[in-house]
């Protein structure tokens, strides 16, 4: 019988940070399979839903017990069966209504559509513009934080550094050599944080004249023209996508957000620091409950 347990070595271990359970033979070490470290054991989903069906079970078993031996209840529900039948009757018509005399002159919002045709056929076409799909939607503006926090000692940047370095180990389209220079830089810095934020329209890539604008406007605030200013000073550009669809091809969406976002850093904003794109694949970790939140671009700035 398996065992089932949690890792808490939260600033180490993608598994622990994402709350995964891992299952664990008898007889096996009782262990993180990622980092190696001890787990908090939890009871087995098994377990868990067996007290539920078991719950259920004894809820069914009394309300029949209760049916059979209390003559009361049965009554009880028997009139209630007969009060909601008589209800159900059509009233009768030897009673004029208020509105029998009314002529029934159609609407104009009605006289070649039924209602609510519209409503329902509209958001089909226009899925990306309804009044309640911009609840889930990313902003619509590049933005970059009110103070740019460089401390690894944060949550958020020790974080996002745990994962850059698992995306940069699972790169296929890098060298090798490359590869190991963006590795170090991660790695080795004594100082990390994002300092802007781009979205991105479902499936989209490339960026807007205004999209354009608005980065170049960020990237000449005074806190970061300080960073650019900095020859040691690395800009890793992170793409992200939604969750949602293929795997491999939201890896690909990703890199080419990146892609797209260092190319205009470089040709119409005179970015001249060394940077490195790393294509982070679907992710729920900039927003699990909206995911469309994940389609951005962050630019983070790292000091070795």
Known sequence: MSRFGKCQNLSGCLLAYRGEETEVENGQPFICAECGKPLVEVKSPAS????????????????GVAFAFYPPLRGMISKGKGHQEASDRPA???QPSSTDNTPATPSSNSSSTPAGETNSTTPSTTHDTTSSAPVAEPPATVTSPQR?????????NKTVKAEVLTRVDQMPNISG??????????????KMG??????????KTELTATDIQQLKAELEKPEIVSLRGDPTAVFVILGYADPKGDAKKNITISESRADSVRKIMKDKCDVINVMHTVGMGGSKLLDAHNLEKNR???IWAVLP
Do not use: C, H
Not at 148 to 156: T, V, Y
Not at 194 to 203: D, E, H, L, V, Y
């Open 48 to 63: 868990v839903w067996m007290r539920y069906v078991y719950g259920l079970l004894a809820i069914l078993i009394l309300a």
């Open 194 to 203: 994002k300092i802007i934020t781009i979205p991105f329209g479902s499936g």
């Open 148 to 156: 740019i926090e460089m401390d690894l000692s944060q949550q958020e």
């Open 177 to 190: 050599g490359n590869k190991d220079k963006l590795y170090m830089a991660v790695e080795k810095a004594r």
């Open 296 to 298: 951005i671009v962050e």
């Open 92 to 94: 009768s018509t030897d």
